[in-house]
């Protein structure tokens, strides 16, 4: 499993059932995290990030407080359970895994700083540690600083999406902007592929729209600053300035459950004979990829991909015209392999390898695939997988992701968003302006 990234962005945590671990250093964090096979990390807002800033000098003076009180026993202290710590970071978080390690631990969330406590060996965290039942809760799982409709839209997405399951070691999911003075009347949650400048104006064109979750982040690379004459950055400028926040699901919508890729198998097996596991003689959906137990946040049979098996082989022809009536597109892009050519003996597909996007890194793994389906491929790629007697359909990169939208997502986070007792009613609409910049003529 890969260690965690130490990030101050990264410290609400989750976990079920609670685990009986041995005390360890607080430079052992990320791989006593890492141990633990039900954790879920919650991304925490600007806001909490800002509190983590500000109490670094309390952290930092708790951190030469153990040095300088530090044993000098000339021992490798590195595997003792009392090893020295070097950086405040490292003892912000042996404050978190020391909660994290308390048997009826349920979850933790960090408020403001404190002042700096009577320095001791069991000594206070200059953090207001609150323990909360996430499980009963679901909203305690976004941050203390967003609130009001981000917030719910937060939780309902974690729900139907965990981050867990994105790519996180090269995505940017989550909540990406959270605006400073938030619309305070905000009831809609615009749903868009891409946050370009034709679907900006559409959203903030509706008084009511509040929170835009964009598929694909607008925010992806590190800025160094902000400028109006930056596109991407002129768009979420303009998103803070008019009150509307924005999150990105990306990856973790690929991968979860009845996300994007389950959408695209259900496109080219029949419904009545789909079953998700393997067996009972009918079509079978799997990832490609599955993801680890503790990533899957108690989601089954999700990960990267999806590998189609047909309960009964089928003709490419007849596929690719079932995929062009079901994405409303006149036009694909198709690669025959030789044994799919027509006019011959041709070969039935009889096992579909599926990937949202650009999928060439991850079909390649698939086993034994007759047919690759994803929205674009590079020309070598195309080349190497016909080689092997694989054909390729594209749909181009948006159109196997745009459909979900109204075909899926739509229903389920209003359905997840709900509304009764105190909480305000909140309608959930889709871009009309939204599209694939690509068309074949």
């Known amino acids: ?91 912000l978080f042996g404050h978190i895994r020391a909660s994290l390690l308390t048997p009826d631990f349920s979850g933790l969330l960090l408020s403001s700083p404190q002042h700096f406590p009577s320095v001791s060996s069991d000594c206070d965290p200059p953090f207001t540690l609150r323990r909360v039942d996430i499980t009963s809760n679901p909203a305690a799982m976004t941050t203390t600083a967003a609130t009001g409709l981000l917030a719910r839209v937060s939780a309902s997405m974690q729900r139907i999406a965990p981050l867990s399951l994105a790519e996180l070691d090269w995505d940017n999911v989550g909540i990406l902007l959270e605006a400073a003075q938030p619309k305070p009347d905000a009831k809609k949650v615009f749903l868009t592929i891409d946050l370009t400048s034709t679907t900006l104006n559409e959203a903030l064109a ?62 080219v097996v029949d419904p009545a004979t789909t079953t998700a596991t393997t067996g009972g003689g009918g079509s079978t959906v799997v990832p490609i990829a599955p993801a680890a137990p503790e990533k899957a946040a108690g989601q089954d049979n999700v990960g990267t991909g999806r590998l189609v098996e047909l309960a009964t082989p089928r003709p490419l022809s ?18 025959r392999a030789p044994c799919h050519q027509q006019g011959g003996e041709e070969k039935l597909v009889s096992r579909i390898a599926i990937c949202a996007g650009s999928g060439a890194s991850v079909l390649r793994s698939a086993s034994a695939a007759d047919l690759y389906f994803t929205g674009e491929m590079d020309h070598h790629s195309i080349l190497a997988a016909v080689e092997q007697g694989i054909s390729c ?24 968003l709900g509304g009764g007792g105190d909480e305000e009613p909140v309608s959930v609409v889709v871009s009309e302006s939204d599209k694939d910049p690509i068309t074949i003529e």
Not at 11 to 21: E, I, N
Not at 319 to 333: E, F, P, Q, W, Y
Not at 399 to 411: D, K
Request: hydrophobic share 45%.
């Open 1 to 91: 499993m890969h260690q965690p990234r130490r990030r101050a962005t990264v410290a609400g945590v989750q976990r079920v059932p609670p685990l009986a671990l041995a005390p360890a250093s607080a430079s052992d964090l990320a791989r006593d995290i890492g141990a633990l096979s039900a954790t879920q990390m919650v991304a925490l807002s600007s806001e909490l990030v800002r509190r983590v800033a500000t109490a670094l000098p309390l952290l930092a003076e708790e951190a030469r407080h153990h040095r300088h009180h530090a044993p000098h026993n000339g021992h490798n202290q590195s595997a003792s359970s009392d090893a020295v710590v070097e950086n405040p970071l490292d003892v």
């Open 206 to 267: 509706d008084p009511d729209v509040g929170v835009i979750v964009a598929y694909h982040p607008p925010i992806f690379s590190a800025w160094k600053s902000l400028s109006m004459g930056n596109l991407k950055q002129s768009l979420v400028l303009k998103c803070a300035a008019a009150g509307v926040s924005i999150y990105s699901p990306h990856t973790s919508l690929d991968s979860c459950a009845d996300g994007i890729n389950d959408w695209l198998a259900s496109l």
């Open 318 to 335: 007849d596929i690719v015209r079932a995929l062009k009536t079901r994405l409303s597109l006149d036009h694909m892009r198709v690669a």
């Open 393 to 416: 359909v594209l749909a181009e990169h948006t159109n196997t992701e745009r459909g979900y939208l109204r075909a899926v997502l739509q229903r389920r986070l209003q359905e997840e």
